[in-house]
């Protein structure tokens, strides 16, 4: 994937830095101002995710999610850098699952389960376990369950998974 040039950068960089401030809405119209060539790029896509993940617009954020996993390696909702993975919550990337997932009365388990791995992979177990309910929420508990005891992904929850 090319890299995004100026002045595309810059308004990703604008985007980012009105997301940190907490101005949505500018993070959306400096979005908006990236040329089409760049609008599905990764590093535009992921800061899309977030910007939605922080509005608590859930359809479009896992729409965007699901089509940075398309993507492969490349489309990795988490950044090699400059933050190391393992200090990048889930949660940050989707906000608290637990409601939005409820809200949008999603009848499919595996995002939330696929979640719940990454978040116990980088050892942030209560969010993993967090994760793991919203799953449990949406198909059986005795499914999940044995899904998740045989999951060496969810190996750190095994003893908490066991007493579902």
Same mark, same amino acid.
């Given at each position: 994937? @090319?890299? =995004?040039?100026?002045?595309? $950068? +810059? +308004?990703?960089? &604008?985007?980012?830095? !009105?997301?940190?401030?907490?101005?949505?809405?500018?993070?959306? $119209?400096?979005?908006?101002? =990236?040329?089409?060539?760049?609008?599905? %790029?990764?590093? *535009?896509?992921?800061?899309?995710?977030?910007?939605?993940? $922080?509005?608590?617009? !859930?359809?479009? &954020?896992?729409?965007?999610?699901?089509?940075?996993?398309?993507?492969?390696? *490349?489309?990795?909702?988490?950044?090699?850098?400059? *933050?190391?993975? &393992?200090?990048?919550?889930? $949660?940050?990337?989707?906000?608290?699952?637990? +409601?939005?997932?409820?809200?949008?009365?999603?009848?499919?388990?595996?995002?939330?389960?696929?979640?719940?791995?990454?978040?116990?992979?980088?050892? %942030?177990?209560?969010?993993? !376990?967090?994760?793991?309910?919203?799953? *449990?929420?949406?198909?059986? &508990?005795?499914?999940?369950?044995?899904?998740?005891? @045989?999951?060496?992904?969810?190996?750190?929850?095994?003893?908490?998974?066991?007493?579902?």
């Amino acid at each position: 994937m @090319n890299a =995004i040039e100026a002045p595309d $950068k +810059h +308004h990703l960089l &604008a985007a980012e830095g !009105w997301l940190e401030l907490g101005n949505e809405l500018e993070a959306f $119209k400096e979005l908006d101002r =990236i040329a089409p060539a760049f609008t599905a %790029h990764p590093d *535009v896509l992921r800061l899309r995710c977030r910007l939605y993940g $922080k509005t608590r617009n !859930w359809i479009a &954020a896992v729409n965007v999610a699901k089509a940075l996993c398309e993507m492969g390696p *490349v489309g990795s909702l988490l950044e090699e850098e400059p *933050v190391p993975r &393992a200090e990048v919550p889930v $949660k940050t990337i989707f906000g608290n699952g637990r +409601h939005s997932f409820e809200s949008i009365k999603l009848s499919f388990y595996a995002i939330p389960y696929n979640l719940a791995c990454y978040a116990c992979q980088l050892g %942030h177990l209560q969010e993993a !376990w967090d994760w793991l309910m919203v799953a *449990v929420d949406i198909a059986d &508990a005795n499914e999940i369950r044995t899904l998740a005891l @045989n999951d060496e992904d969810l190996q750190a929850l095994w003893d908490r998974i066991s007493e579902l």
